[in-house]
């Protein structure tokens, strides 16, 4: 920068020998200015006339400028994105927080299902073990009871028919000795009979 | 008077002001210059106001062009060249409100005085060399011996790096410069077509619809160059200070 002050220092110099009556019209009539300037010739960004005021205002604006962008503006915008990252950070942790949690309550839900599924199978087993036993149980009760029926059933029918085999021998004495009675007329004694019926048996 | 193109470039003083013999007068392009700080940052300063978390539409405008230089800045030099991120951020907003200010009919245009532009340039390469030597002490000076470089070869190579260097001030501010001036010329000029061809009766007003065409296209263009070269100022600043950040990795 003081490079180029110290040749705009040497220029001024140089474009006041171009145009004298310039400089001096200047003063008057800034309006009209232009016009003389033009007169010379020099391509306006060229006329070094004017370089020192705009390095000088250059360095004053763009200085002020460079202040407020460090001390205000850069601070400023940079807190504003830095707060809106921390917290699309923090929303995002609370997010996958959830999410964990909604994963872990969709675990336990599960592990509730199965145990619940496995004691409705127990449940249902023990039933159907406990209905089953039962009536293995009832059927022999009732088996055993027919058993019992039967077998009483079966000495009374012993007892019927050893009774009536007995009866037999009795009923053929009686039978023999009025059959003998009558045929014969006399006397058998029942001792007789009995033998006779006896030994007819034994046939 | 009003149809010489480059009348919109004279510098006509406001406020004479004279320290030792050296004329500092408040002149239109002071006036200028004190209005691209005032929209800049009077810009900047009223959207940010409300600091929401929600940006507003011009808000996010004040976002994105921070961010866009950030981003710029931490490619062209890395993280250790954030410190330069207010010089790069300055530079920015303020060529690219002073390109854009001079758009409008009757405004002058600070950046197309070279002198502005070259100050700034010389802002810029200042900053490297001073930062460089500051922060490498000698080590800066690697920056003029690139790795690799058969030794014969090597004297004509820092020759051309050092000229490179030096040259850097001068191409960085006459491509702002003479993009701006150039293209108001040009503006001006097509312009100034329409107004003497309409003045040439019914046949003139036809034929000067082809130059309104122009100036309308052409303005469209100027839009775009006064981004433009905004952008390349700032990218060509970063990687200028990316040398003196890094001046080995060259």
């Known amino acids: 920068m003081f490079v180029t002050a110290a040749y705009a220092q040497s220029t001024t110099t140089e474009g006041e020998a171009h145009e004298p009556a310039a400089a001096g019209e200047v003063h008057t009539e800034t309006g009209v200015a232009h016009e003389g300037e033009h007169g010379t010739g020099v391509f306006p960004p060229f006329d070094s006339t004017h370089f020192a005021s705009q390095l000088l205002w250059l360095a004053i604006t763009f200085g002020l400028f460079y202040v407020l962008m460090s001390k205000v503006i850069i601070p400023r915008i940079g807190g504003i994105l830095e707060t809106r990252h921390d917290r699309i950070a923090q929303d995002l942790d609370e997010a996958s927080r959830l999410k ?12 509730e299902l199965a145990s619940a599924k496995a004691k409705g199978h127990s449940i249902a087993d023990s039933a159907r073990e406990a209905a089953k036993s039962k009536a293995t149980a009832d059927r022999t009760a009732v088996e055993a009871d027919l058993a019992k029926k039967i077998t009483a059933a079966e000495t009374r029918i012993a007892d019927i028919k050893s009774k009536a085999l007995a009866d037999v021998g009795a009923i053929a004495e009686e039978t023999a000795t009025a059959v003998v009675t009558q045929l014969i007329g006399g006397t058998v004694t029942k001792a007789e009979i009995a033998a006779a019926v006896k030994a007819s048996a034994g046939n | 008077m009003s149809n010489d193109p480059t009348h919109q470039f004279l510098v006509n003083k406001i406020v004479p002001i004279e320290i030792g013999g050296i004329d500092f007068s408040f002149t239109n392009a002071s006036l200028f210059m004190v209005a691209t700080v005032g929209v800049a940052a009077g810009f900047l300063y009223l959207t940010t106001s409300q600091r929401g978390l929600i940006p507003t539409r011009l808000q ?5 062009s921070y961010e866009f230089i950030a981003s710029m800045l931490r490619e062209g030099a890395g993280s250790h060249g954030m410190k330069f991120f207010p010089m790069v951020f300055s530079l ?8 854009l200010l001079g758009m409008f009919p009757y405004f002058f245009t600070v950046t197309s005085q070279i002198i502005v532009t070259f100050a700034l340039a010389v802002f810029v390469i200042g900053t490297v060399i001073l930062y460089g030597f500051y922060k490498h002490g000698l080590g800066f000076l690697k920056l003029f011996v690139p790795h690799g470089v058969p030794g014969v070869l090597l004297p004509l190579v820092v020759a051309i790096e050092i000229i490179s260097f030096l040259s850097r001030p001068i191409s960085l501010s006459v491509r702002l410069f003479a993009n701006m001036l150039a293209g108001h010329i ?14 040439l009766g019914a046949l003139g007003i036809g034929g000067a619809i082809l130059p309104l065409i122009m100036t309308v296209a052409i303005t469209g263009l100027e839009f775009l160059v006064c981004f433009l070269q905004a952008y390349v100022f700032a990218v060509l600043t970063c990687m200028y200070l990316n040398d003196a950040v890094h001046p080995g990795s060259h």
Do not use: C, H, P, R
């Open chain 2, 186 to 199: 040009t503006l001006k000029v097509f312009a100034g077509f329409v107004t003497s061809l309409s003045a």
């Open chain 1, 100 to 111: 964990g949690e909604a994963d872990a309550a969709i675990a336990s839900y599960e592990q």
């Open chain 2, 60 to 64: 996010s405008v004040s976002e994105m």
């Open chain 2, 92 to 99: 920015f907003m303020f060529i690219l409100t002073a390109n």
